[in-house]
């Protein structure tokens, strides 16, 4: 008999079309994918930079039938998704495309899983086991991100706020994933500089916190630490110019590499960061910026060399493990300070009162169940008051 309880799935599934112009590529990969009725999802700020432009304009020239949804919010909501979906249906659309930043991609991914499963989507939720009801096939979906943070254009999860519980709920399932990937570095040229900071540190802390987890996936860590090699060389260069084409493409590489490496698991850092955003409204990027050094902090004691070998990554020079790793929580505060993020919390606006509630809300996100370090709810509390004055 063979012991199959500790066996683990490791896959890179996607396909990645990379390179300036590649959105014009859209329609002839609508057509590979046999589209026919394209469902753009994408936002008003999309629209309004002019980005749709190209895509619509590759699909009219490969005879793809199309239309957009567009009320798509920065924290997207279940009944954003639901939208959609209705859209999705009277249409009668047979393809997805997204077009955006990471929420825009999410809710893209889950108008397939909601015009294909019973509702409601808390069902899917991943904290309990949701990603088992996601079955047989869903809708084929085009990626094309515009901003270079979360790599949801290749990640196989969908994040949104469920209406019933107020909660940013993870759903989770290879089925999500999209088919194609499309990653055009001037489709990221309209973000202003506190927003490629923000989606920057994003993408940075995917790969820092998919290292430092507890799962197992030898590929993950490698690509997860090229992907942090790419945020030290080209994050400041993207934020100061963002014509910089050569530094727009290697943060959409680090983006997706972090997407990619995450599926072994994130960590604590995502669990503070995500009641910040569904309770307060804050940008993701910045609540994991805010968040991640304190974090490497509280994970040095268990994973010292795992930490050190970040902080070489993110040009700390030192050949003393032990200094590397106590150099790493600062790499990252000084990268945040140079492209000009906010360093704590109380500056965004946050009451110290307000730590206790986060905390539970915290405790209750799955995503510090793979921290290295074992996190309780008076941890996380620790946590955030660590950053609540962080300089």
Known sequence: MTDTENLVLWSFPTRVVFGGGAARQCGVEAVRLAGHRALLV?????????????????????????????????????????????????????????????????????????????????????????????????????????????????????????????????????LLIPDVAILDPGMTQTMPPSMSAATGMDALTHCVEAYCSSGDHPMADAIALGGIQLCHRSLRAAVEDGADLGARGDMLKAAMMGAVAFQKGLGACHSLAHPLSAELGMHHGLANAICLPAVLDFNRSVIPDRIAEIARHLGVRSDEANTLSFECAGAVRALRRVIGLPSDLRSQGIAESDLPRLAALAFADPCHNLNPRSCSQDDLLALYKACFDDA
Request: proline share 6%; glycine share 12%; no cysteine.
């Open 42 to 174: 994408a936002d008003k700020g999309i629209e309004a930079a002019g980005l749709l432009h190209p895509i619509r304009s590759a699909l009219d020239a490969a005879g793809i039938a199309h239309e957009s949804v567009l009320d798509i919010s920065s924290n997207p909501l279940e009944s954003e998704v639901l939208g959609a979906a209705r859209v999705y249906d009277t249409f009668k659309a047979d393809i997805v495309i997204g077009v955006g930043g990471g929420s825009v991609l999410d809710v893209a991914k889950l108008v397939r899983l909601a015009v294909t499963h019973p509702a409601p989507l808390a069902r899917y939720d991943d904290a309990i086991g949701g990603g088992e009801k996601i079955v047989g096939t869903l809708p084929p979906m085009i990626a094309i991100p515009t901003t270079a943070g979360t790599g949801s254009e290749v990640g196989r999860s969908g994040v949104v706020t469920i209406q019933a519980t107020n909660r940013k709920t993870v759903i989770f399932s290879p």
